[in-house]
Structures are given as structure tokens and as C-alpha cells.
């Protein structure tokens, strides 16, 4: 399927199957705007009759249909059989350790319930997580590379387990044939020199939580006495990026319907020197903060504002990197992945302080998205192969949309809390995701355009 749009003085059309990326001009972008399948020059003529000259039209449309003939434009849609000649086990490839359920902070939209995921908060021993490092090795098939997520509640809170851990995996990896990747995700708070040389040596990849301006920032990122923490971070945050090198690391915030003007957000932090930067939409229902229909009008023009700064620093020779623009439209993630996103509870799953087995860590305290623990292995089996099954090709609302190939059907856990369904991608999200895509596409071609 074909999806036309105008960004930033472009006229854009995107090949949903193929991945091709046309920019286009007018007499074309009317054209395609009108048609869901290829297309006569009897009815392309019909449809800009008066409007351009029969000529014009002509070339417009053989230009057009030299790209139909080639599989740049309608190009034939994804079967259910081309899921079945790529889908194989790889093996397990990540574990999400839970080694806090337990937060310093109350932050008011923590998904996870302020830290302790609605069950008794708790530290993960130390041999729990030798014991999970044990598991992704055995079951881990023919891969080398396999990832370690530390995270919590507050990781900083149990770090001695951290670098137990750390240090068992590098013992074990060369014997076993394996490479291991870690990463730590952090609120900050709790950064010092120490921990901070610890994290830039031994951690692949870093996350720290901050949503943008102060203001912003403190209004919904609080300690348990109520006090804001910007300030408690911000200097900690700066050093440890700044002596990272060149290893990886996000700064990652969330936007409510109270700052709808994320767009600041995002060049705040960028203005302070972070280059790598996520902001993403609080997910939930029922609270004064959470988006609403009626704010995805706004959400979605603050995203087009973002996009032309974007374009505007990349111009002046300060970019950085903002999650949701990284599209790569040549070399991106094989089909494989595209058609079965994350790999929750099939490649991935995260691991409880009691050791207990869950697809992600959004589904972890949800005693029906249980499906085994360390000692037993996967026990439930139905589940995970309704996780498995759980692409776009098994989503009813993705099979017809332009984007499935980019976004990969969204999140399950979204749509879970959402809908009560891991199949049903929630409406607002897709909504958000498809303009980032139509963004991050626009930021490619006007960067090879200069």
C-alpha cells in the first residue's frame, strides 16, 4: 500500500511493503492520493482532469507506473506464508532482571506502581540473578551476543548484586561461546563517582530517566518527602555521559498531557549537551495526566515542530539523536523482526526478584502473564505461543496500515492495558507512531536533499 504525505515543504510517498521512499511532486502526490491500487491513465486523467494538462498528466503517470512495474509502489502485501518460511527459534536472546522492586522515588506515573509492581517490595539475592544469567546461556541457542537489562524499581538500590552479576557473566561468557551485553537503567538519583566509574566501564548501555525542563521535570518526578529531583540528577547525569566515550547511552523522559509542548522537552536536554534522547507518551487510563483522544491533534503537530528543528540543528552541525527519528530506511531490521517486534515472551522476558518468568517487565505482577520460573523453565507453553503469534500479520488493525513494516504492530503490553487484548494496538498510539515514522522519513530525505 501507498501512503502520501507533505512535511516540511516535501511531498512524500512511502511504499508500505516494498520500504521504496519517493519524493514527489504535486501533479503526483495528487494522483497517488486518490488511488489504493494501481491505476489507468483513463482514470488517472479522469481524476486531475482540468487541473493539469493532459501532458503532464501523461508523464506523471508513466513515471508512476514504471515504479508499479518495478515493486516500488503497490508492491504486493505480506503473506501469513512468508511468516512461516522466516519463522525459526533463535533461541532466547534477553532477560529483563528485576533487581529492585523497590523506588526512592514516587514518580505519579510510574507503570510500575512507584517500584514494587503492586507485590511486596524486594531485592533480587545474588543468586537469583547467577541463576538467571545460567538460564539465558542454556537456553540461548547458537547465539553469541545475548543482553543482561538491570532494572527495577531503582537498580541503584541493590548494585552490589549488579556488579556480582556482571562480574559472573564475564566469567562464564568465554567458556560458553557467548557475549554478553548489559545495561542499566537508572533514575539518577543515586549516581556518585564510584558508581558512576563502575557503570562507564562495565555497562554496554545506559538509561537515565529525566522528562525535559526543570519545571516539567520536578512537577511529576518526586522523592518520597515531595521534592522535585532535577537537580539531584542533572550534574551526575552530565558527568556520566560526558566520560562514557563513545559507549551507549539514553536519556529517556515521558510526556503527559501536561506538557504537550514536549518539543522544549527534547531541545532542553539537547541544549544541555545530551545527544541521545528518548521522550515517549505516558501510557494509561483514568488519570488527569494521561493523553487523551482530544490531545492527539496537538501531540501530533508538536511532533512535526520537533522534526523541523531536528532538521534545522542537523543544518547548523549540532544534531543529535532523538529515539523515534531513527529510521533507518536502507539497512534497517530484517523481515524477521519487522514482522514480530520485540520478541516479548518469545526471545525476551523478564525475571522477578523470586526468579518467576514473565513476557516483559510491563506484564510483571500480573500473576496471568506468569509463565514459569527459573527452576521450571516455561511451563506456560499456550501463552507463550500466544505471544509468538502475537505479529502483524495476526493483527487485524495492521494488515492494512502503511506503517506495520516501521512500528512492528506497537507494543503488547500497551494494547493489553489498553484493550485487554496483546492483539489490538492501541488507536492513540498508532496514531503517534505513524507521524514520528512520517517524521523521522522526512529527516532522511531532506538531510540527502542538502
Same mark, same amino acid.
Given at each position: ?6 512535511m ?6 512511502v ?5 521504496s521512499?519517493?519524493v ?9 492520493s486518490?488511488?489504493?491500487k ?7 486523467? %479522469? ?6 494538462p493532459?501532458?503532464?498528466? /501523461?508523464?506523471?503517470w508513466?513515471e508512476?507506473?514504471?515504479l ?5 509502489? @503497490?508492491?504486493p502485501d505480506?503473506?501469513?506464508s ?11 536472546k534477553?532477560?529483563c ?9 514516587m514518580?505519579?506515573?510510574c507503570? +510500575?506502581? &512507584? ?21 539465558l546461556?542454556?537456553h540461548? %541457542? ?16 541493590? @548494585?552490589d548484586?549488579?556488579?556480582k ?12 561461546? !557467548?557475549?554478553?551485553? @548489559? ?7 543515586l549516581?556518585?563517582?564510584?558508581n ?5 566501564a562495565?555497562m554496554?548501555?545506559v538509561?537515565?530517566?529525566i522528562?525535559?525542563?526543570?519545571t516539567?521535570?520536578?512537577a ?10 532535577y537537580?539531584m540528577?542533572?550534574?551526575?547525569a552530565l ?5 562514557r566515550e563513545n ?10 498531557s501536561k506538557?504537550?509542548? @514536549?518539543?522544549?522537552?527534547?531541545m ?9 534522547i ?10 488527569d495526566?494521561h493523553?487523551r +483522544?482530544?490531545h492527539?491533534p ?6 512535526e ?9 542537523? &543544518?547548523?552541525?549540532?544534531p543529535?539523536r ?5 529510521v533507518n530506511?536502507?539497512n534497517?531490521?530484517?523481515?524477521y ?17 523470586e ?19 527459573l527452576?521450571?523453565g ?5 501463552? %507463550?505461543?500466544?505471544? /509468538? ?5 495476526n493483527?487485524?488493525?495492521c ?10 504492530g ?7 492495558y ?5 492483539? &489490538?494496538?492501541?488507536e492513540?498510539i498508532?496514531?503517534?507512531?505513524? !507521524? /514520528? ?12 536533499l542538502?
Amino acid at each position: 500500500m501507498v501512503h502520501v504525505y507533505s512535511m516540511n515543504g516535501l511531498n512524500i510517498a512511502v511504499d508500505g511493503n516494498s520500504g521504496s521512499i519517493h519524493v514527489i511532486d504535486d501533479a503526483a502526490y495528487d494522483l497517488l492520493s486518490h488511488f489504493k491500487k494501481p491505476f489507468t491513465f483513463e482514470q488517472a486523467a %479522469g481524476k486531475l482532469q482540468g487541473k493539469y494538462p493532459a501532458d503532464s498528466v /501523461r508523464e506523471v503517470w508513466e513515471e508512476i507506473n514504471s515504479l508499479v512495474q518495478k515493486s516500488l509502489l @503497490f508492491s504486493p502485501d505480506i503473506q501469513a506464508s512468508d511468516w512461516d518460511s522466516i519463522s525459526v527459534d533463535n533461541g532466547l536472546k534477553a532477560l529483563c532482571l528485576h533487581v529492585a522492586h523497590d523506588c526512592n522515588l514516587m514518580c505519579e506515573y510510574c507503570f +510500575a506502581s &512507584k517500584g514494587s509492581y503492586k507485590v511486596e517490595k524486594k531485592l533480587m539475592p545474588e543468586e537469583i540473578a547467577i541463576k538467571a544469567l545460567d538460564f539465558l546461556v542454556s537456553h540461548s %541457542g547458537k547465539r553469541k551476543n545475548i543482553e543482561i537489562d538491570f532494572f527495577g524499581g531503582e537498580p541503584l538500590l541493590n @548494585f552490589d548484586v549488579v556488579k556480582k552479576t556482571v562480574e559472573y557473566g564475564r566469567k562464564i561468557e568465554a567458556p560458553a561461546g !557467548k557475549k554478553f551485553y @548489559f545495561t542499566i537503567t537508572t533514575n539518577g538519583t543515586l549516581l556518585d563517582d564510584d558508581n558512576i566509574e563502575y557503570i562507564n566501564a562495565n555497562m554496554d548501555n545506559v538509561v537515565i530517566s529525566i522528562d525535559g525542563r526543570k519545571t516539567v521535570h520536578d512537577a511529576i518526578r518526586y522523592d518520597a518527602a515531595g521534592q522535585g529531583t532535577y537537580d539531584m540528577i542533572l550534574g551526575d547525569a552530565l558527568r556520566l555521559v560526558r566520560s562514557r566515550e563513545n559507549k551507549s547511552y539514553f536519556i529517556r523522559g515521558t510526556f503527559t498531557s501536561k506538557n504537550m509542548d @514536549f518539543s522544549r522537552d527534547v531541545m532542553s536536554l539537547a541544549s544541555l549537551g545530551f545527544d541521545e534522547i528518548s521522550i515517549e507518551p505516558v501510557v494509561g487510563k483514568g488519570e488527569d495526566f494521561h493523553i487523551r +483522544a482530544e490531545h492527539i491533534p496537538a501531540i501530533l503537530a508538536e511532533y512535526e515542530r520537533l522534526a523541523c528543528a531536528y532538521v534545522k540543528r542537523i &543544518k547548523e552541525g549540532k544534531p543529535f539523536r532523538f529515539y523515534h527519528f531513527n529510521v533507518n530506511i536502507y539497512n534497517g531490521p530484517c523481515l524477521y523482526k519487522r514482522i514480530s517486534a520485540c520478541g516479548a515472551g518469545a526471545e525476551y522476558f523478564a525475571v522477578t526478584p523470586e526468579g518467576d518468568l514473565y513476557p516483559c517487565h510491563q506484564f510483571v505482577g500480573q500473576q496471568e502473564f506468569k509463565m514459569g520460573n527459573l527452576d521450571t523453565g516455561i511451563k506456560n507453553s499456550a501463552l %507463550g505461543e500466544r505471544f /509468538r503469534k502475537a505479529n502483524i500479520l495476526n493483527k487485524e488493525d495492521c494488515r492494512d496500515c502503511w506503517a506495520k513494516l516501521y512500528c512492528s504492530g506497537g507494543c503488547h503490553a500497551n494494547s493489553y492495558y489498553a484493550d485487554g487484548d496483546i492483539l &489490538k494496538p492501541v488507536e492513540l498510539i498508532c496514531a503517534m507512531q505513524k !507521524k /514520528r515514522i512520517e517524521c523521522a522519513i522526512m529527516i532522511v530525505v531532506s538531510s540527502q536533499l542538502t
